[in-house]
């Protein structure tokens, strides 16, 4: 009756021996379509024809569902077995709905199942028009009278035809994150993965450009970029067979991953996240951007807080006396919160270095005898907020915790364990960790209700991988930690749906649009030098919206001047991290100004347009601007870099995103005399055409500049 139910709200525009399916935003189709044997195709993904008739004249691509055993000669993206060993699986069309969600974008939901062994796949096809991006996923339902087992599990099978295809990919590692790296995909298959458990994006992230016909180029070109909401293993297989047609297929790392899927249960892929653009990776980026801000992050059109942590200032040597001055220092910056790190807690064990305390969440006596409350009690009389740090999901060997509960860590039970950082990760598939680390930020918000935000950090990937809960279901612990992850932070969201949080893993370890659902913003790098920071920022900008980078000044790299620090960390969410008794006076005076200068432009760096106009890949200079949705107001940040010595001028900086016919105001802001020096007054023809004269020869050098209409 529920099939029935379906077919009667199904959208067809053909018979169904040729049925079509058309998934649509703004200026994208995706078009799917049945054949008279009911299996599912994709026949076209592109820009959006002006007559949707024209779609039917295109030919088939591939199976939209190619399952393990139906006649595909290529990586399938299914491969599920019964407890007989039938590992073939033909999955065919059944129905199809096309329904409007609450947020007003479309959903289409289309149903297959298999004839013979009674399972089904639902494929989910979410649009959000204005944005032109399409998330998809997946549920295997198990029809059979007895267990099945997933061994792939896609979210996505997309295919492309082109003459040539490149792909972009960021990896790196700890404090090298998002390093860019373009290749030419020639036949057979390039996989990016990571099969690390927690911290997985330490050396390659879940996210890649595809340019189709040429390189990627930032205003021209076909552009695919495409990310997976799962904070846990990932795997993108990009294959081109011997016709030079590519399939992209993306989900789960099936890795160590077999999944049993009990009769009558249903398995829910990971949402596959992408935007299509026919002018270049800029625009795909700006409407990745958008999708975030407005349907995704948390609090993705919210404020963000400015900060001063502790962490490079004091490391784990501080008390109670130190921290409050560095709250004072906070205010007086005019910073909107100070935020405590790592090393407060632990009394048998306490945490004067990474050896010890991991999982005794209580404030450490010696250094705070008066408790967080103190601490909370002094950011309120200083008119700001207070943030601390935390880890919960690890636990070190040299903790209560661990002696208390030596099953809740995840370690092999026959041999000597292998410690990352000195740590062990707890096992969030267990429900008795799940309610623990729940607890932690749960009695800390009771006990000291003045924290308003938290820095939620994971600095361990999994090691000794076993797990005394999962018992003879140890292939289920990859995913089950993550569904535990997920749970603990739907609790949170629920009792304190207004609380920040930032995402951190050992610097940019968890990268992923399904955690920022919980988290309103994440740490890019442990590596604050702003040299490197101009590329790591760079490769996160592709997929995220500035306001959910966080930047922080800090004292790395004391070759570079505290105005050249501050000019990149503006390019994200704004913080220090910094001992200013050890700045000079001018230097401290700027950095004053500098907030003052973040506070009146941080709107446009948050919710207006970005254009990347210079690469620092080309190692001379870099340029970004972001502009507002009006076109009235923009900021560009230009910086030298090395460029090699010359006689002749650099080139002027073509800015982009302006309305030719207006004219605007042009002045460089945020320089280091604290005096706003006006340029002239432009029509944004002539700044698209002719540019300004924002670089120099010199090395190190930064300029901020600011229009109005």
């Known amino acids: 009756m529920k099939y029935l139910t379906t077919i009667l709200l ?14 649509n935003t703004e200026h994208t189709a995706l078009v799917l379509r049945v054949d008279k044997d009911k299996r599912l195709h994709q ?111 896609a979210s996505a099978l997309l295919h492309l035809n082109a003459e040539a295809y490149y792909l972009t990919q960021f990896n790196g590692d700890w404090a090298a994150e998002v390093g860019m790296t373009e290749s030419r995909l020639g036949f057979g298959k390039k996989i990016i993965d990571s099969n690390l458990g927690t911290r997985t994006n330490m050396f390659a992230s879940p996210f890649f450009v595809l340019s189709l016909e040429k390189n990627a180029e930032e205003n021209t070109g076909k552009a695919l970029i495409g990310t997976l909401g799962w904070t846990g293993n990932f795997r993108f297989t990009f294959e081109v067979d011997h016709e030079n047609k590519l399939r992209v297929i ?74 409050i001055a560095l709250i004072d220092e906070a ?175 050992g610097g940019g370890g968890r990268t992923d649009y399904e955690a920022l659902r919980y988290f309103t913003e994440f740490w890019a790098s442990d590596n604050t030098d702003p040299i490197d920071r101009l590329y790591i920022q760079w490769g996160y900008s592709y997929l995220f919206p500035a306001k959910t980078i966080c930047s922080h000044v800090t004292a790395w790299n004391k070759k570079v001047d505290i105005k050249f620090k501050i000019d990149v960390a503006m390019m994200g969410k704004m913080g220090f991290d910094l001992n200013f008794s050890t700045l000079s006076k001018p230097d401290a005076e700027f950095c004053k100004y500098a907030v003052q200068t973040y506070n009146g432009i941080k709107d446009i760096i948050f919710e207006g347009n970005l254009y990347r106009l210079v690469s620092p890949y080309n190692n001379t200079h870099t340029a970004s601007m972001f502009i507002d949705n009006a076109s009235k107001r923009a900021v560009v940040f230009a910086f030298d870099i090395f460029p090699r010595y010359s006689k002749t001028a650099p080139q002027p900086l073509r800015l982009q995103g302006l309305q030719a016919a207006k004219m605007y105001r042009v002045k460089e802001i945020n320089r280091y005399d604290g005096k706003e020096q006006k340029i002239g007054t432009f029509s944004g023809d002539y700044l698209m055409s002719i540019g300004l004269q924002a670089f120099t020869g010199k090395r190190l050098e930064s300029h901020v500049f600011y229009l109005e209409e």
């Open 331 to 505: 205010k007086t910056l005019g910073l909107d919160m100070f935020l405590l790190d790592d090393g407060w807690f632990g009394n048998k064990y306490p945490r004067n270095n990474d050896n010890a305390g991991l999982g005794d969440w209580q404030p450490n006596k010696k250094k705070l005898p008066n408790g967080l409350n103190a601490l909370t009690a002094a950011t309120a009389k200083k008119g700001i907020k207070f943030g601390l740090w935390i880890e919960p999901e690890m636990v070190n060997p040299k903790s209560e915790l661990i002696e208390q509960h030596p099953d809740w860590a995840i370690a092999w039970n026959d041999r000597t364990q292998s410690y990352f950082r000195n740590q062990l990760v707890l096992d969030m598939s267990n429900p008795e960790v799940q309610a623990y680390v729940f607890n932690i930020i749960d009695g800390l918000l009771t006990t000291c209700p003045n924290i308003s935000y938290f820095k939620w950090d994971c600095n361990s990937p999994m090691t000794n991988v076993y797990s005394a809960y999962e018992q003879s279901c140890q292939s289920h612990l990859f995913i089950d930690y993550v569904k535990g992850f997920y749970a603990v932070l739907d609790r949170l969201k629920t009792k304190y749906p207004h609380l920040p949080m930032m995402l951190c893993a």
């Open 250 to 323: 993306s989900g789960i790392n099936p890795y160590n991953s077999k999944y049993e899927l009990k009769v009558g249960e249903t398995f829910k892929t990971p949402e596959f996240i992408f935007t299509y653009s026919e002018r270049g990776t800029g625009e795909a980026s700006r409407n990745i951007h958008s999708w975030a801000r407005r349907h995704r992050v948390k609090d993705g059109q919210g404020e963000r807080l400015t900060l001063l942590n502790n962490w490079e200032a004091t490391y784990f040597d501080f008390n109670e006396k130190k921290i």
């Open 10 to 23: 199904t959208v067809s525009i053909l018979p169904l021996s040729a049925q079509q399916i058309v998934i």
């Open 43 to 153: 026949t076209y993904l592109g820009k959006r024809l002006i007559h949707e008739k024209e779609y039917d004249m295109l030919s088939n691509m591939g199976e939209v569902c190619i399952a393990n055993g139906n006649g595909d000669y290529f990586e399938p993206a299914f491969h599920i077995s019964n407890n007989k060993g039938n590992e073939t699986l033909v999955l065919k069309y059944v129905s199809h709905q096309v329904k409007k969600t609450e947020d007003n974008n479309t959903e289409t939901v289309i149903v297959l199942s298999d004839e013979v062994r009674q399972n089904s796949v639902r494929l989910f096809y979410k649009t959000y028009s204005k944005e032109d991006v399409i998330s998809t996923y997946a549920e295997i339902i198990n029809g059979e009278q007895q267990p099945v087992y997933l061994y792939k599990y």
